[in-house]
Protein backbone atom coordinates (compact mmCIF):
# COMPACT_ATOMS: atom_id res chain seq x y z
CA UNK A 1 0.00 0.00 0.00
CA UNK A 2 2.97 2.35 1.02
CA UNK A 3 4.54 1.29 -2.20
CA UNK A 4 1.52 2.18 -4.48
CA UNK A 5 0.58 5.54 -2.68
CA UNK A 6 4.32 6.71 -3.15
CA UNK A 7 4.32 5.65 -6.78
CA UNK A 8 1.11 7.79 -7.30
CA UNK A 9 2.67 10.79 -5.73
CA UNK A 10 5.44 10.85 -7.50
CA UNK A 11 4.33 10.21 -11.28
CA UNK A 12 1.71 12.43 -13.16
CA UNK A 13 -1.51 11.05 -14.03
CA UNK A 14 -1.34 11.18 -17.54
CA UNK A 15 2.02 8.99 -17.38
CA UNK A 16 0.67 6.73 -15.23
CA UNK A 17 -2.46 5.82 -17.31
CA UNK A 18 -0.06 5.47 -20.47
CA UNK A 19 2.34 3.22 -18.81
CA UNK A 20 -0.88 1.20 -17.49
CA UNK A 21 -1.54 0.75 -21.34
CA UNK A 22 2.07 -0.22 -22.47
CA UNK A 23 1.88 -2.35 -19.18
CA UNK A 24 -1.23 -4.36 -19.56
CA UNK A 25 -0.53 -5.20 -23.32
CA UNK A 26 3.33 -6.03 -22.80
CA UNK A 27 2.11 -8.50 -19.26
CA UNK A 28 -0.25 -10.19 -21.43
CA UNK A 29 2.40 -10.22 -24.24
CA UNK A 30 4.95 -11.27 -21.89
CA UNK A 31 2.08 -14.14 -20.39
CA UNK A 32 2.16 -15.29 -23.67
CA UNK A 33 5.85 -14.99 -24.34
CA UNK A 34 6.29 -17.40 -21.11
CA UNK A 35 3.87 -20.06 -22.61
CA UNK A 36 5.96 -19.71 -25.82
CA UNK A 37 9.23 -20.89 -24.43
CA UNK A 38 7.43 -23.44 -22.00
CA UNK A 39 6.34 -25.18 -25.06
CA UNK A 40 10.14 -24.84 -26.39
CA UNK A 41 11.37 -25.91 -23.46
CA UNK A 42 8.89 -29.41 -23.05
CA UNK A 43 9.56 -29.82 -27.26
CA UNK A 44 13.23 -28.91 -27.49
CA UNK A 45 14.51 -28.64 -23.95
CA UNK A 46 18.03 -27.58 -23.34
CA UNK A 47 19.36 -29.40 -26.55
CA UNK A 48 21.78 -28.71 -29.29
CA UNK A 49 18.27 -27.95 -31.30
CA UNK A 50 17.83 -25.17 -28.85
CA UNK A 51 21.33 -23.90 -28.81
CA UNK A 52 20.79 -23.44 -32.80
CA UNK A 53 17.73 -22.12 -32.57
CA UNK A 54 19.16 -19.30 -29.77
CA UNK A 55 22.37 -18.89 -32.17
CA UNK A 56 20.44 -18.00 -35.18
CA UNK A 57 17.99 -15.52 -33.20
CA UNK A 58 20.84 -13.85 -32.50
CA UNK A 59 21.17 -11.06 -35.90
CA UNK A 60 17.75 -10.46 -35.47
CA UNK A 61 17.64 -9.90 -32.10
CA UNK A 62 20.72 -7.84 -32.44
CA UNK A 63 19.34 -5.79 -35.53
CA UNK A 64 15.67 -5.30 -33.20
CA UNK A 65 17.91 -4.03 -30.68
CA UNK A 66 20.54 -1.85 -32.34
CA UNK A 67 17.87 -0.42 -34.81
CA UNK A 68 14.09 -0.86 -33.86
CA UNK A 69 15.10 0.62 -30.80
CA UNK A 70 17.10 3.74 -31.91
CA UNK A 71 14.60 4.24 -34.11
CA UNK A 72 11.39 4.51 -31.93
CA UNK A 73 13.38 6.52 -29.12
CA UNK A 74 14.67 9.00 -32.10
CA UNK A 75 12.10 9.65 -34.12
CA UNK A 76 9.58 10.59 -31.13
CA UNK A 77 11.62 13.93 -30.43
CA UNK A 78 12.24 14.93 -33.79
CA UNK A 79 9.15 14.42 -34.98
CA UNK A 80 7.78 16.19 -32.03
CA UNK A 81 9.88 19.28 -33.50
CA UNK A 82 9.14 19.10 -37.12
CA UNK A 83 5.39 19.42 -35.85
CA UNK A 84 6.46 22.30 -33.51
CA UNK A 85 8.89 24.58 -35.90
CA UNK A 86 7.51 23.97 -39.17
CA UNK A 87 4.54 23.09 -41.47
CA UNK A 88 2.38 19.62 -41.26
CA UNK A 89 3.64 18.96 -45.01
CA UNK A 90 7.21 19.63 -44.15
CA UNK A 91 6.74 17.26 -40.82
CA UNK A 92 5.24 15.32 -43.37
CA UNK A 93 8.03 15.47 -45.35
CA UNK A 94 10.91 13.74 -43.04
CA UNK A 95 8.81 10.94 -41.89
CA UNK A 96 8.52 10.36 -45.39
CA UNK A 97 11.72 10.49 -46.25
CA UNK A 98 12.88 8.56 -42.76
CA UNK A 99 10.89 5.62 -44.16
CA UNK A 100 12.27 5.62 -47.10
CA UNK A 101 15.93 5.70 -45.55
CA UNK A 102 14.86 3.14 -42.89
CA UNK A 103 13.92 0.60 -46.08
CA UNK A 104 17.59 0.92 -47.89
CA UNK A 105 18.95 0.31 -45.03
CA UNK A 106 17.28 -2.96 -44.01
CA UNK A 107 17.46 -4.31 -47.98
CA UNK A 108 21.21 -3.61 -48.09
CA UNK A 109 21.76 -5.62 -44.42
CA UNK A 110 19.75 -8.14 -45.54
CA UNK A 111 21.37 -9.04 -48.54
CA UNK A 112 24.49 -8.78 -47.16
CA UNK A 113 23.68 -11.07 -43.96
CA UNK A 114 22.55 -13.53 -46.35
CA UNK A 115 26.06 -13.71 -48.27
CA UNK A 116 27.78 -13.83 -45.44
CA UNK A 117 25.59 -16.06 -43.45
CA UNK A 118 27.89 -18.89 -42.81
CA UNK A 119 31.07 -16.51 -42.49
CA UNK A 120 28.73 -14.80 -39.63
CA UNK A 121 27.92 -17.93 -37.55
CA UNK A 122 31.12 -19.64 -37.72
CA UNK A 123 32.22 -15.65 -35.78
CA UNK A 124 29.43 -15.82 -33.26
CA UNK A 125 29.76 -19.72 -32.36
CA UNK A 126 32.30 -21.36 -32.85
CA UNK A 127 31.94 -23.76 -31.03
CA UNK A 128 29.29 -25.30 -33.22
CA UNK A 129 29.47 -27.95 -35.80
CA UNK A 130 27.76 -30.29 -38.65
CA UNK A 131 24.12 -30.17 -38.13
CA UNK A 132 24.19 -27.68 -35.83
CA UNK A 133 26.03 -25.07 -37.68
CA UNK A 134 24.26 -25.44 -40.38
CA UNK A 135 20.97 -25.66 -38.70
CA UNK A 136 21.86 -22.50 -37.72
CA UNK A 137 22.82 -21.23 -40.86
CA UNK A 138 19.93 -22.28 -42.48
CA UNK A 139 17.09 -20.63 -39.80
CA UNK A 140 19.52 -17.49 -39.81
CA UNK A 141 18.47 -17.00 -43.10
CA UNK A 142 15.17 -17.92 -42.99
CA UNK A 143 14.52 -14.89 -40.58
CA UNK A 144 16.60 -12.53 -42.50
CA UNK A 145 13.13 -10.38 -43.79
CA UNK A 146 12.43 -9.61 -40.29
CA UNK A 147 15.00 -6.78 -40.43
CA UNK A 148 12.90 -4.81 -42.79
CA UNK A 149 9.46 -5.54 -40.54
CA UNK A 150 11.48 -4.08 -37.29
CA UNK A 151 12.68 -1.34 -38.69
CA UNK A 152 9.16 -0.69 -40.47
CA UNK A 153 8.06 -1.72 -36.97
CA UNK A 154 9.84 0.59 -35.09
CA UNK A 155 8.85 3.41 -37.38
CA UNK A 156 5.39 3.13 -37.04
CA UNK A 157 5.61 2.86 -32.93
CA UNK A 158 7.20 5.99 -32.90
CA UNK A 159 4.77 7.94 -35.05
CA UNK A 160 2.16 6.72 -32.74
CA UNK A 161 3.95 7.33 -29.43
CA UNK A 162 4.46 10.96 -30.82
CA UNK A 163 0.97 11.29 -31.23
CA UNK A 164 0.55 9.40 -27.20
CA UNK A 165 -0.99 6.48 -28.84
CA UNK A 166 -0.08 3.53 -27.18
CA UNK A 167 -2.27 0.79 -27.46
CA UNK A 168 -1.69 -0.32 -31.22
CA UNK A 169 2.35 -0.94 -30.23
CA UNK A 170 1.42 -2.88 -26.86
CA UNK A 171 -0.99 -5.21 -28.45
CA UNK A 172 0.85 -5.88 -31.45
CA UNK A 173 3.50 -7.45 -29.23
CA UNK A 174 0.43 -9.35 -28.34
CA UNK A 175 -0.55 -10.89 -32.15
CA UNK A 176 3.05 -11.38 -32.55
CA UNK A 177 3.07 -14.29 -29.29
CA UNK A 178 0.13 -16.39 -30.53
CA UNK A 179 1.45 -16.33 -34.14
CA UNK A 180 4.10 -17.58 -32.79
CA UNK A 181 2.54 -20.04 -30.58
CA UNK A 182 0.56 -21.40 -33.28
CA UNK A 183 3.56 -22.13 -35.49
CA UNK A 184 5.39 -24.02 -32.70
CA UNK A 185 2.35 -26.35 -32.03
CA UNK A 186 2.05 -26.70 -35.67
CA UNK A 187 5.13 -26.03 -37.91
CA UNK A 188 7.58 -26.71 -34.84
CA UNK A 189 6.26 -30.23 -34.47
CA UNK A 190 6.07 -31.37 -38.52
CA UNK A 191 9.71 -29.19 -39.41
CA UNK A 192 11.32 -29.51 -36.00
CA UNK A 193 13.39 -26.20 -34.82
CA UNK A 194 13.09 -24.93 -38.42
CA UNK A 195 9.50 -24.54 -38.25
CA UNK A 196 9.87 -21.76 -34.96
CA UNK A 197 12.10 -19.99 -37.40
CA UNK A 198 9.55 -19.37 -39.56
CA UNK A 199 6.82 -18.68 -37.09
CA UNK A 200 9.26 -16.04 -35.87
CA UNK A 201 8.74 -13.98 -39.31
CA UNK A 202 5.21 -14.40 -39.64
CA UNK A 203 4.61 -13.44 -36.10
CA UNK A 204 7.14 -10.42 -36.94
CA UNK A 205 4.83 -9.44 -39.75
CA UNK A 206 1.78 -9.64 -38.59
CA UNK A 207 2.88 -7.72 -35.70
CA UNK A 208 4.33 -5.02 -38.60
CA UNK A 209 0.31 -4.95 -40.55
CA UNK A 210 -1.38 -4.17 -37.18
CA UNK A 211 0.87 -1.70 -36.69
CA UNK A 212 0.95 0.08 -40.25
CA UNK A 213 -2.91 0.27 -40.25
CA UNK A 214 -2.89 2.06 -36.85
CA UNK A 215 -1.46 5.13 -38.42
CA UNK A 216 -3.74 4.95 -40.97
CA UNK A 217 -6.00 6.65 -38.74
CA UNK A 218 -4.01 9.33 -37.67
CA UNK A 219 -2.76 12.18 -39.57
CA UNK A 220 0.14 11.00 -41.89
CA UNK A 221 0.85 10.15 -45.16
CA UNK A 222 3.57 7.55 -45.15
CA UNK A 223 5.45 7.17 -48.57
CA UNK A 224 8.74 6.44 -50.47
CA UNK A 225 10.29 9.91 -50.69
CA UNK A 226 13.82 11.05 -53.01
CA UNK A 227 16.44 12.70 -52.48
CA UNK A 228 17.24 12.35 -49.08
CA UNK A 229 16.98 16.69 -48.23
CA UNK A 230 15.37 17.36 -44.64
CA UNK A 231 17.18 18.92 -42.56
CA UNK A 232 16.25 17.09 -39.53
CA UNK A 233 17.12 13.27 -41.69
CA UNK A 234 20.44 15.14 -41.81
CA UNK A 235 19.76 15.36 -37.60
CA UNK A 236 18.54 11.85 -37.34
CA UNK A 237 21.58 10.97 -38.90
CA UNK A 238 24.23 12.79 -36.11
CA UNK A 239 22.10 12.00 -33.35
CA UNK A 240 21.84 8.17 -34.62
CA UNK A 241 25.17 7.05 -35.20
CA UNK A 242 25.97 6.90 -31.59
CA UNK A 243 22.59 5.78 -30.57
CA UNK A 244 22.61 2.62 -32.85
CA UNK A 245 26.55 2.06 -32.16
CA UNK A 246 25.44 1.99 -28.24
CA UNK A 247 22.51 -0.19 -29.13
CA UNK A 248 25.11 -2.94 -30.81
CA UNK A 249 27.73 -2.55 -28.30
CA UNK A 250 25.32 -3.17 -25.30
CA UNK A 251 23.18 -5.75 -27.53
CA UNK A 252 26.63 -7.54 -27.81
CA UNK A 253 26.64 -8.21 -23.88
CA UNK A 254 24.41 -11.26 -24.44
CA UNK A 255 25.76 -12.48 -27.63
CA UNK A 256 29.37 -12.76 -25.75
CA UNK A 257 27.84 -14.53 -23.30
CA UNK A 258 26.81 -16.85 -26.11
CA UNK A 259 29.75 -17.00 -27.62
CA UNK A 260 31.62 -17.86 -24.47
CA UNK A 261 28.66 -20.62 -23.25
CA UNK A 262 28.62 -22.11 -26.71
CA UNK A 263 32.05 -24.08 -25.63
CA UNK A 264 30.64 -24.96 -22.06
CA UNK A 265 28.11 -27.85 -21.33
CA UNK A 266 25.69 -28.43 -23.98
CA UNK A 267 22.18 -26.21 -22.78
CA UNK A 268 24.58 -23.91 -21.21
CA UNK A 269 23.17 -21.48 -23.50
CA UNK A 270 19.27 -22.43 -23.61
CA UNK A 271 19.84 -22.37 -19.55
CA UNK A 272 20.97 -18.76 -19.86
CA UNK A 273 18.67 -17.60 -22.42
CA UNK A 274 15.61 -19.13 -19.85
CA UNK A 275 17.07 -17.39 -16.76
CA UNK A 276 17.39 -14.06 -18.50
CA UNK A 277 13.52 -13.80 -19.68
CA UNK A 278 12.83 -14.39 -16.10
CA UNK A 279 14.70 -11.07 -15.65
CA UNK A 280 13.53 -9.51 -18.30
CA UNK A 281 9.79 -9.76 -17.23
CA UNK A 282 9.75 -7.26 -14.46
CA UNK A 283 12.05 -4.88 -17.31
CA UNK A 284 9.13 -5.40 -19.65
CA UNK A 285 6.33 -4.95 -17.17
CA UNK A 286 7.93 -2.22 -15.37
CA UNK A 287 10.91 -0.06 -16.80
CA UNK A 288 9.66 -0.20 -20.38
CA UNK A 289 5.98 0.53 -19.80
CA UNK A 290 7.63 3.58 -17.68
CA UNK A 291 9.76 5.03 -19.97
CA UNK A 292 8.18 5.14 -23.17
CA UNK A 293 5.71 7.77 -21.84
CA UNK A 294 8.22 9.44 -20.16
CA UNK A 295 10.28 9.69 -23.25
CA UNK A 296 7.38 11.96 -25.26
CA UNK A 297 6.46 13.69 -22.22
CA UNK A 298 10.62 14.85 -21.62
CA UNK A 299 10.22 15.71 -25.46
CA UNK A 300 7.85 17.98 -25.48
CA UNK A 301 8.68 19.36 -22.69
CA UNK A 302 11.99 20.06 -24.02
CA UNK A 303 10.87 21.74 -27.30
CA UNK A 304 8.46 23.97 -25.20
CA UNK A 305 11.54 24.72 -22.60
CA UNK A 306 9.71 23.65 -19.09
CA UNK A 307 13.65 22.64 -18.04
CA UNK A 308 12.47 22.41 -14.19
CA UNK A 309 9.74 20.64 -15.23
CA UNK A 310 11.82 18.38 -17.31
CA UNK A 311 14.07 17.77 -14.20
CA UNK A 312 11.31 17.20 -11.89
CA UNK A 313 9.33 14.53 -14.24
CA UNK A 314 13.19 12.76 -14.64
CA UNK A 315 14.09 12.38 -10.37
CA UNK A 316 10.48 11.38 -9.79
CA UNK A 317 10.06 8.74 -12.36
CA UNK A 318 13.94 7.48 -11.29
CA UNK A 319 12.76 7.12 -7.52
CA UNK A 320 9.35 5.26 -8.25
CA UNK A 321 11.32 3.09 -10.88
CA UNK A 322 13.89 2.31 -8.30
CA UNK A 323 11.65 1.59 -5.61
CA UNK A 324 9.55 -0.81 -7.64
CA UNK A 325 12.77 -2.75 -8.86
CA UNK A 326 14.65 -3.12 -5.95
CA UNK A 327 11.40 -4.86 -4.60
CA UNK A 328 11.10 -7.01 -7.47
CA UNK A 329 14.87 -8.21 -7.47
CA UNK A 330 14.44 -9.17 -4.04
CA UNK A 331 11.68 -11.25 -4.83
CA UNK A 332 13.03 -12.60 -7.88
CA UNK A 333 16.09 -13.99 -6.21
CA UNK A 334 14.31 -15.51 -2.96
CA UNK A 335 11.55 -17.45 -5.27
CA UNK A 336 13.63 -18.18 -8.36
CA UNK A 337 13.48 -21.98 -7.16
CA UNK A 338 9.63 -22.32 -7.40
CA UNK A 339 9.09 -19.84 -10.06
CA UNK A 340 11.12 -21.90 -12.51
CA UNK A 341 9.86 -25.03 -11.46
CA UNK A 342 6.38 -23.47 -12.45
CA UNK A 343 6.88 -21.51 -15.65
CA UNK A 344 9.54 -24.03 -17.22
CA UNK A 345 9.83 -27.55 -15.20
CA UNK A 346 7.72 -29.37 -18.31
CA UNK A 347 8.10 -32.14 -20.56
CA UNK A 348 11.92 -32.48 -21.53
CA UNK A 349 12.78 -29.83 -18.98
CA UNK A 350 13.44 -31.28 -15.96
CA UNK A 351 15.33 -30.96 -12.67
CA UNK A 352 18.95 -30.67 -14.44
CA UNK A 353 17.66 -28.04 -16.52
CA UNK A 354 15.90 -26.51 -13.71
CA UNK A 355 18.39 -26.54 -11.46
CA UNK A 356 21.12 -25.14 -13.76
CA UNK A 357 18.68 -22.28 -14.68
CA UNK A 358 18.48 -21.41 -10.93
CA UNK A 359 22.02 -21.26 -10.01
CA UNK A 360 22.22 -18.68 -12.91
CA UNK A 361 19.18 -16.63 -12.45
CA UNK A 362 21.09 -14.64 -9.32
CA UNK A 363 23.58 -13.31 -11.34
CA UNK A 364 21.55 -12.05 -13.69
CA UNK A 365 19.24 -10.07 -10.63
CA UNK A 366 22.30 -8.56 -9.18
CA UNK A 367 22.36 -6.22 -12.42
CA UNK A 368 18.40 -5.64 -12.50
CA UNK A 369 18.12 -2.20 -11.16
CA UNK A 370 20.65 -0.90 -13.09
CA UNK A 371 19.41 -1.93 -15.90
CA UNK A 372 15.89 -0.58 -15.58
CA UNK A 373 17.22 2.83 -14.65
CA UNK A 374 19.25 2.88 -17.97
CA UNK A 375 16.28 2.23 -20.24
CA UNK A 376 15.30 6.18 -18.06
CA UNK A 377 18.66 7.57 -18.35
CA UNK A 378 18.87 6.71 -22.09
CA UNK A 379 15.46 7.87 -23.13
CA UNK A 380 16.31 10.75 -21.13
CA UNK A 381 19.17 12.10 -22.70
CA UNK A 382 17.18 11.20 -26.14
CA UNK A 383 14.50 13.82 -25.29
CA UNK A 384 17.19 16.23 -25.33
CA UNK A 385 18.71 15.76 -28.04
CA UNK A 386 22.09 14.29 -26.67
CA UNK A 387 23.60 11.25 -27.48
CA UNK A 388 27.22 12.56 -27.90
CA UNK A 389 28.26 9.90 -24.53
CA UNK A 390 26.07 6.77 -24.99
CA UNK A 391 28.57 5.28 -27.19
CA UNK A 392 31.57 5.94 -24.46
CA UNK A 393 29.80 4.39 -21.24
CA UNK A 394 27.98 1.34 -24.24
CA UNK A 395 31.40 0.67 -25.26
CA UNK A 396 32.80 0.94 -21.25
CA UNK A 397 30.31 -1.42 -20.39
CA UNK A 398 30.80 -3.63 -23.11
CA UNK A 399 34.74 -3.97 -21.90
CA UNK A 400 33.66 -4.78 -18.55
CA UNK A 401 31.49 -7.30 -19.42
CA UNK A 402 34.05 -9.16 -21.55
CA UNK A 403 36.72 -8.64 -19.26
CA UNK A 404 34.13 -10.02 -16.59
CA UNK A 405 33.54 -13.06 -19.07
CA UNK A 406 36.90 -14.27 -19.99
CA UNK A 407 37.73 -14.22 -16.07
CA UNK A 408 34.46 -15.76 -14.85
CA UNK A 409 34.02 -18.19 -16.86
CA UNK A 410 36.48 -20.49 -15.58
CA UNK A 411 35.33 -20.01 -12.52
CA UNK A 412 31.33 -19.77 -12.11
CA UNK A 413 30.65 -21.04 -16.19
CA UNK A 414 27.47 -19.57 -16.81
CA UNK A 415 26.80 -17.87 -14.19
CA UNK A 416 30.31 -15.94 -14.46
CA UNK A 417 28.49 -14.82 -17.53
CA UNK A 418 25.64 -13.81 -16.18
CA UNK A 419 27.42 -11.77 -13.61
CA UNK A 420 29.67 -10.54 -16.45
CA UNK A 421 26.78 -8.90 -17.76
CA UNK A 422 25.39 -7.28 -14.68
CA UNK A 423 28.39 -5.27 -14.12
CA UNK A 424 28.14 -4.31 -17.66
CA UNK A 425 24.64 -3.34 -16.69
CA UNK A 426 26.04 -1.55 -13.84
CA UNK A 427 28.96 0.34 -15.40
CA UNK A 428 25.96 1.57 -18.49
CA UNK A 429 23.91 2.71 -15.64
CA UNK A 430 26.42 4.23 -13.59
CA UNK A 431 27.49 6.46 -16.80
CA UNK A 432 24.57 7.50 -18.23
CA UNK A 433 23.65 9.02 -14.83
CA UNK A 434 26.25 10.58 -15.15
CA UNK A 435 25.13 12.18 -18.37
CA UNK A 436 22.13 13.59 -16.66
CA UNK A 437 23.52 14.73 -14.04
CA UNK A 438 25.53 16.53 -16.56
CA UNK A 439 22.74 17.82 -18.28
CA UNK A 440 20.90 18.83 -15.33
CA UNK A 441 23.77 20.83 -14.37
CA UNK A 442 23.78 22.96 -17.38
CA UNK A 443 20.38 23.48 -17.52
CA UNK A 444 21.24 25.44 -13.96
CA UNK A 445 23.66 27.24 -15.35
CA UNK A 446 22.01 28.40 -18.48
CA UNK A 447 18.76 28.91 -17.63
CA UNK A 448 17.93 30.44 -21.08
CA UNK A 449 19.73 28.84 -23.40
CA UNK A 450 18.95 25.07 -24.26
CA UNK A 451 19.19 22.64 -21.78
CA UNK A 452 21.87 21.16 -23.50
CA UNK A 453 23.83 21.10 -27.46
CA UNK A 454 22.46 18.98 -29.53
CA UNK A 455 25.12 15.63 -29.66
Known amino acids: MIKRTLVRHLLQKDIRSYAGTIALGTGISRILGYGREVLMAALFATSNATDAWLMASVLPNLLFTALYGSVSNLIVPLYLESQKTSSHDNANAFIQE??????????????????????????LAPGFHGTTFQLTVTMTRIMLPTFLFWLWAGFFTAL????????????????????RIAAIITLGRVMGIGGVAWGYTIGVGTQLV???????RAPLHIRFRWPLTHSLVRKLFRLALPVVLTSLVSAMGLTVDRIFASRLATGSIAALNYSFLLIMLPISLVAIPLAIPV?????????????????RLLRRSSLALALVMGILTVILILLRGPLIQ???????????????????????????????????????????QYTATLSVWAIAAAATNILAD??????????????????????????????VRSAIRAQRHRRRDPLVHSG
Open 210 to 216: LLASATH
Open 98 to 123: VFTLLTVVAVVLTLVVFVFSRMIIHG
Open 160 to 179: LQSLNIYGPPAWASVLQNIV
Open 342 to 384: FLYEHGNFGLHSAYITAGILPYFAVGMIAMALAQLFLKALVSI
Open 295 to 311: LTALSRQFIEQQYQEWT
Open 406 to 435: FILVHVLQARGLALGTSLGNIVYACGLAWS
